[in-house]
């Protein structure tokens, strides 16, 4: 199999999101391919795909190919069993096809080689194993197992899983995955890391998991502008390898850049001189060559005139670099505040949903919570969280880690910090005048009504809202501008028309906005680029503000190890 991609480019009405792409995915490649929010991640695999046609350039394809994508839009009354039943009917029909070709093969005329390749294929496709693979592969991930249960009663994270399974179990030649770990737990993830290094045919991954890239591409496509404004190849295998050789490349950018810059205003201050003495209040004395000067200046300044074209022809036409995150200047306390109290503080909490509850999803992108199995009008109460003789106490510019596998209420518990979830057992108590900042997972699951919101509504626009109904502080305020999460470009479009990551994005300013003393981050990594994944993790690890953060990203844990740290089984 493989698949060509030739100077590849895609444009929005209005708005070029690709140019000048070109890569080759063959047997064996492991293509990870890393950008920023917006920078055409999804489009470029919806391009590979052919989901969408190129506005330019070309993709040639041979071999089948399958797309996992970051959203899965259910249809009603599709089910769990709708899915795996697709998979399997179409790998028993893609395998009865090879098997039929084999069996009218013409030993006399025909072509071995070709024969070989189609038995290989039916062999791996290996038809008579895939209801084994589904189900293994559905239950490592942690996906719903159940037939029955409609896909548009999951959480975000649980379709994705299902989808993925599946996908999976397919064994397409070429395999294109939109962040495939933003709603895995650390088992699932080393399980679907096993899947993709033994993957026969071909893979080309969009992530922002460091340790994804480090253990399974073996060249990474970073799509941001590059010197001439052209995406990049970098084909050292892992993440590390990527990152020193970007920050040599955009350090001698810089330089460059920087010089041109101070070529051009030193030039712009010989041309002012030049053109000063040229003035009209200016007259040579009488009796001077009056001619022979005026000629003089004349030539002086058309010298300038063609120095200034020299340097405007020789300049490096620098693209606008994505913006750097500048996280604000949040507060540990606010005055008069004792440091020995704790901001927030949870005793033996206890959280149930039942009756078909939504809340039994934890509102998070992975139906993390113990009722993930409590779907569909099932009145039987299920446990989200039971954390018995737990205290959970986040003091003034406190640090807490909150670990643990799908299904184990993390974002219960940061639900529960907020004063988000109702208590059945338990008690919760927060000093007055406490501001909290939250970033859910699942907040960019839009519901229908909101989706029509958000569809007209831009960033700015919300901003202003909650300012208006009085849910922020007007002395407490951050301007989402300042933060270089969104250009001003991107804060005037309607937020329906951004992207996941671009929405992800406004999620985090929105937590940031009203100045927080305490941050409860439930999976902060998911659908940012690794350049701001980089940014946000310094920043968080020296803010004076308290900082609660629950994430399966095995690097940003690695980065937190020196945290507190709260398992929950």
Known sequence: MHLVADELAFSYPGRAVLRGVSVSVNTGTRLGVVGENGSGKSTFLHLLAGRLDPSGGEVRRDGTVALVEQELHAT????????????????????AELEAAAAAFDHETGDLAELQRTLARAEHLAAWDADRRVDVALTRLGAPREPGRPLDELSVGERYRVRLACRLAERADLLLLDEPTNHLDTGAIE??????????????????????LDDVATAILDLDPSWD????????????????????????????????????????????????????????????????????????????????????????????PPPALAFPDLPAMSPGWDAAEPLVEVRSPLVVAGGGDRSRSDGDGTGDGRGDDAG??????????DLPGTRVAVPPSGRL??????????????????????????????????????????????????????????????ALELLAAGALDPDHVVAVASLGLLSEEDLDRPLGELSVGQRRRFELARALLHVPHLLLLDEPTNHLSIDLVDELTRALTITPAAVVVATHDRRMREELADWPELPLA
């Open 76 to 95: 009603p009354g599709q089910t769990v069993g709708d899915l795996v039943a697709g998979t399997l009917d179409g790998l028993r029909t893609a395998a």
């Open 191 to 212: 399980f679907l890391t096993g899947e993709l290094v033994a993957w026969r045919g071909g893979l080309a991954v969009v992530t922002h998991d460091r340790e994804l």
């Open 229 to 320: 404004g052209r995406p990049v190849l970098y084909g050292q295998p892992g993440y590390l390898s990527y990152r020193f050789a970007k920050n040599q490349t955009l350090h001698r950018w810089r330089q460059r850049y920087r010089a041109e810059r101070k070529r051009a205003a030193h030039l712009a201050e010989v041309l002012d001189s030049s053109y000063e003495g040229l003035s009209d209040e200016w007259r040579p004395p009488k009796g001077s060559q009056t001619h022979r000067r005026a000629t003089r200046a004349r030539i002086h300044v058309k010298a300038a005139d063609r120095l200034a074209q020299k340097l405007e022809a020789e300049a490096v036409e620098v693209p606008v």
């Open 376 to 385: 569909g009008g099932n009145s039987v109460p299920s446990v989200l969280l």
């Open 401 to 462: 880690l909150v670990t643990g596998p799908n299904g184990a209420g993390k974002s219960t518990l940061l639900r529960v910090l907020a004063g988000g979830a109702g208590l059945a057992r338990g008690s919760r108590v927060s000093r007055d005048g406490v501001r909290i900042g939250v970033v859910g997972q699942e907040s960019l699951a839009l519901t229908p009504q909101a989706a029509r919101r958000t569809g007209f509504e831009t960033a700015a626009d919300e």
